[in-house]
């Protein structure tokens, strides 16, 4: 009879030993069950993709966005003389509600949004225009952003005014504008 330290070695895996899969070439992946076997049916890439939606359709989604946060812009924004002959630093964050679904299936840039491209729009709209009112400008970097990338379901814009022109006791004033896509 062999030793209590010994009984039931001969069932254990030999940590050198290679998976069957492995040794195939194959490396373990979502396309594999724990036994390194491809689903069957179809060709593998086909079934990666049913897969993949599967597996994306499976977990319930309860928020989806992309956020650009603290994008720092400088303007001519304000009501009294001063702010618009003098400027001042905005601090901004552009929210996108957005169905990432067909993204996370395809890893395609197309199926999501491009924040290069949001970026310079954003840029393009608080350089191009004046605005007495952050509301306005908000307002405008919304439409702006909807109008660019139709698929989005809402965007929300946020502006901070970091300097104000009375004295005070707090840090910022912040403006909160989200606009809903018709398409949604």
Same mark, same amino acid.
């Given at each position: 009879? *062999?030793?209590?330290? =010994?009984?039931?070695?001969?069932?254990?895996?030999?940590?050198?030993? &290679?998976?069957?899969?492995?040794?195939?070439?194959?490396?373990?992946?979502?396309? +594999?069950?724990? =036994?390194? +076997?491809?689903?069957?049916?179809?060709? @593998?890439?086909?079934?990666? &993709?049913?897969?993949?939606?599967?597996?994306?359709?499976?977990?319930?989604?309860?928020?989806?966005?992309?956020?650009? !946060?603290?994008?720092?812009?400088?303007?001519?924004?304000?009501?009294?003389?001063?702010?618009?002959?003098?400027? $001042?630093?905005?601090?901004?964050?552009?929210?996108? =509600? +957005?169905?990432?679904? !067909?993204?996370?299936?395809?890893?395609?840039?197309?199926?999501?949004?491009?924040?290069?491209?949001?970026?310079? !729009?954003?840029?393009?709209?608080?350089?191009?225009?004046?605005?007495? *009112?952050?509301?306005?400008?908000?307002?405008?970097?919304?439409?702006? *952003?909807?109008? $660019?990338? @139709?698929?989005?379901?809402?965007?929300?814009?946020?502006?901070? !005014?970091?300097?104000? @022109?009375?004295?005070?006791?707090?840090? =910022?004033?912040?403006?909160?504008?989200?606009?809903?896509?018709?398409?949604?």
């Amino acid at each position: 009879m *062999l030793p209590v330290s =010994h009984r039931g070695a001969r069932y254990r895996r030999d940590p050198r030993r &290679r998976f069957r899969s492995e040794r195939r070439g194959v490396l373990p992946s979502v396309d +594999h069950d724990r =036994h390194g +076997h491809r689903p069957r049916g179809g060709a @593998p890439a086909r079934n990666a &993709r049913r897969a993949s939606r599967e597996r994306v359709r499976r977990f319930p989604v309860l928020e989806e966005k992309i956020t650009l !946060k603290g994008i720092t812009v400088f303007g001519y924004y304000g009501v009294s003389p001063m702010e618009r002959e003098i400027g $001042q630093k905005l601090e901004l964050d552009v929210e996108f =509600h +957005h169905d990432f679904t !067909k993204a996370c299936v395809t890893d395609a840039l197309e199926d999501t949004v491009n924040y290069e491209r949001a970026y310079a !729009k954003v840029m393009e709209t608080v350089e191009g225009n004046r605005f007495n *009112l952050l509301e306005t400008l908000a307002d405008a970097i919304c439409r702006a *952003l909807i109008e $660019q990338f @139709p698929a989005v379901r809402s965007v929300r814009t946020t502006v901070r !005014k970091l300097t104000l @022109p009375f004295p005070n006791a707090m840090s =910022h004033v912040e403006v909160v504008v989200e606009r809903t896509s018709r398409e949604s």
